[in-house]
């Protein structure tokens, strides 16, 4: 479900673990399906449950501590193989952001596409946000899309993500990519009459 942005302040989940891939993040005997629902359900799934189906305890997914819809993750995450089923299962765990300090690219824009605000921050602010997490689990970060700030609500302290233009406004309105060409619908009858 699309759902416009504008400021999100959430608690977190932390992830400090570098070098996600896609594989680790959706598993790729879970990509059958073709819509985007259901995939959260298996989102870490070698990593939140046993073979045998039980949850593993100390995983954060697991831990009753952490909640909030923003996922803090270690460096390079979303590397691996392109599938958009990642991104997927991300948005439908009910994760709208997801910080860390380097993003695979094909990754990054995946969660573009569905609506979820990966954010880039240095590494120094990734680590000490992973800090104060574990001291206060209650640690909430502020995400001011239309500044392009991220806040650790703990400490004060801001830092400026960039973002495409496009997706940006693509995200503040709540469309998608054919969304956006149906809005500018007007401008390109107006074009090819003028043409």
């Given at each position: 479900m ?7 302040e ?28 259901g ?68 990754h ?88």
């Open positions: 699309k759902e416009k942005f504008n400021i999100i959430s608690t977190c989940v932390p992830l400090p673990t570098e070098n996600i891939d896609t594989d680790q993040i959706i598993p790729a005997r879970f990509l059958k399906a073709t819509s985007r629902e995939f959260g359900d298996n989102l870490f799934r070698d990593w939140r449950f046993s073979p045998e189906g039980e949850k593993i305890a100390g995983f954060p997914l697991n831990d009753d501590r952490y909640s909030g819809c923003v996922l803090v993750a270690g460096r390079n995450f979303g590397c691996g193989s392109s599938r958009e089923h990642a991104a997927w299962a991300i948005h439908d765990y009910g994760f709208r952001v997801v910080i860390s300090s380097f993003f695979a690219d094909i990054k824009q995946n969660e573009l596409n569905c609506f979820v605000l990966p954010v880039t921050v240095s590494e120094d602010f990734l680590q000490e946000l992973f800090s104060n997490i574990a001291e206060d689990n209650a640690t909430k970060v502020r995400v001011d899309l239309p500044a392009q700030t991220v806040t650790n609500l703990t400490t004060g302290r801001s830092e400026h993500f960039d973002i495409n233009p496009y997706k940006k406004q693509c995200l503040l309105e709540g469309l998608d990519d054919v969304e956006y060409l149906l809005s500018k619908k007007s401008d390109i009858e107006r074009f090819e009459r003028e043409r």
